[in-house]
């Protein structure tokens, strides 16, 4: 929840869509991370763990301005 308010905040400012594809992009950049630093993270995990939940957030914080933009182009009378 409080990524997504960063997310929002962040899409004040530069655009949903933009603000989408940087989270994205930055969740992935921790991914690679994870797996070029293997060997030191397999004897550090202290540090393995924040970078696994902050790609985590990463990546899940998106979603609300996702379906924001998804749902500018489903009319009204069509949505759930």
Do not use: W
């Not at 655009?15 to 070029?36: A, E, H, K, N």
Request: one cysteine or more.
């Amino acid at each position: 929840a409080c990524m997504s308010q960063v997310a929002t905040g962040i899409a004040a400012s530069f655009g949903r869509v933009q603000t989408t594809i940087l989270l994205d992009c930055l969740g992935v950049l921790c991914l690679f991370s994870m797996v070029l630093f293997k060997g030191y993270l397999d004897t550090h995990p202290f540090v393995l763990v924040p970078i696994y939940i902050i790609r985590t957030g990463l990546m899940n914080c998106s979603y609300p301005l996702q379906e924001s933009i998804l749902m500018d182009f489903v009319p009204k009378n069509e949505r759930a």
